[in-house]
């Protein structure tokens, strides 16, 4: 893929700092819980290296980093495809320090790639992809080819997707979500680590879930209410009608899925975070959405029953209903430079 490897003014040492820059770039476009980016990247020659940020974990609602590093797996398969689409076969060594647990990953920009339309067309979605809030469009189902495209990809990377269909599975999964959200507001330190994470609107703050990502009114969907979180916290924020959210009485619950994994460790959550991204970048290629409710699986309680009753043993990592929307929300990311260092 020669056309996308142009050496720099002084060479290759040049060009591969620049797509060292780019890889990173795109990375940083990864979904992650409440937009707390909660990654580093450092690199030095063609290595590329992935850090956990401890200090953006979310103590309160995520006390082992479980969704630390599945927003951090999404961030790695981001940078895994960029890397490729840039023309180098990433070689990625995952964990490679047991003694350091932040140190996520390693990528090398490897050997020439050749050149694929499909990484092409998974790169273009990185910055068009957006989580949706609120209901989806009725008559815009996922058809079967897509949603097994979508579980494919979910599959290549070692996680389980499962979709929910059985009203019964429907019901309980919705009726968790609700029991959950209400648990957390009865909670004060979860209430005070949310409004962390939740800014004012007017904020300029490049991370957080901003009033514009989310609807002021959130549509009751049919069949199935998931409610969202209350990011606004009652002060009316969020985006209007006639702002072009997918409205009101017709908004559908769409297709409910849960991301499960055979184990539970920190390699598993990467694995997840993968698998995540893959399957949505796979989804935004045919405009298709993700709406994310990550309460019930924040509570280990209830962790234990959706992995017992709904997953048969698996671990659920992610709970998110799929859909179109008539329009993507706006989100905003700390730049580049700011999670990236020289390693010497
Ligand atoms: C592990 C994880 C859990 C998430 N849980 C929720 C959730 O419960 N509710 C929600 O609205 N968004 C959730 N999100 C989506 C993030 O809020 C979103 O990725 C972030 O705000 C950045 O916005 P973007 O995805 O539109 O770029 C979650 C994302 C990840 C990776």
């Not at 020659?45 to 006390?63: E, H, K, Q, Y």
């Not at 549509?219 to 969202?228: I, S």
Request: glycine residues 10%.
């Amino acid at each position: 893929m020669e056309s996308t490897r142009r050496w720099g003014r002084n060479g290759p040492a040049e060009s591969l700092a620049k797509d060292v820059q780019k890889a990173v770039e795109a990375a940083v476009w990864a979904p992650s819980v409440h937009n707390t980016q909660p990654w580093s990247f450092s690199h030095h020659g063609s290595r590329i290296t992935l850090r956990a940020d401890p200090d953006r974990r979310l103590g309160v609602a995520d006390p082992t980093g479980r969704e630390m590093l599945i927003s951090c797996g999404a961030a790695l398969l981001t940078l895994r495809i960029a890397v490729r689409w840039l023309g180098y076969e990433p070689q990625v060594r995952l964990l490679p320090d047991p003694d350091r647990p932040n140190l996520l990953a390693d990528v090398i920009l490897g050997g020439r790639a050749g050149e694929s339309e499909d990484d092409r067309r998974l790169y273009e979605q990185i910055r068009r992809r957006r989580t949706h809030r609120g209901g989806f469009l009725p008559g815009h189902e996922i058809s079967p080819s897509l949603r097994s495209a979508m579980e494919l990809e979910a599959r290549r990377e070692g996680a389980t997707p499962l979709v929910m269909e059985d009203p019964h599975a429907l019901r309980v999964l919705a009726a968790l979500t609700e029991a959950a959200e209400s648990l957390q507001q009865l909670d004060a330190p979860y209430r005070r680590e949310y409004a962390r994470w939740a800014p004012r609107p007017g904020t300029s703050r490049p991370e957080g879930v901003h009033p514009a990502a989310y609807p002021r009114r959130e549509p009751r969907t049919e069949p199935y209410f998931f409610p969202g979180r209350d990011f606004a916290r009652g002060q009316g924020w969020g985006t209007g009608p006639g702002a072009g959210r997918t409205g009101d009485q017709d908004a559908v619950t769409g297709l409910v899925m849960l991301i499960a994994t055979s184990g539970d460790t920190p390699c598993d959550w990467l694995g997840a975070g993968q698998a995540l991204q893959r399957m949505l970048l796979r989804g935004a290629e045919e405009d298709v959405a993700a709406a994310f409710h990550t309460q019930a699986l924040e509570i280990p309680e209830l962790r234990e029953l959706i992995r017992c009753r709904l997953c048969g043993g698996r671990y659920p990592q992610m709970l998110l209903r799929l859909g179109r929307a008539d329009a993507a929300p706006a989100s905003v990311r700390r730049p580049a430079d700011q999670s990236m260092t020289e390693d010497f």
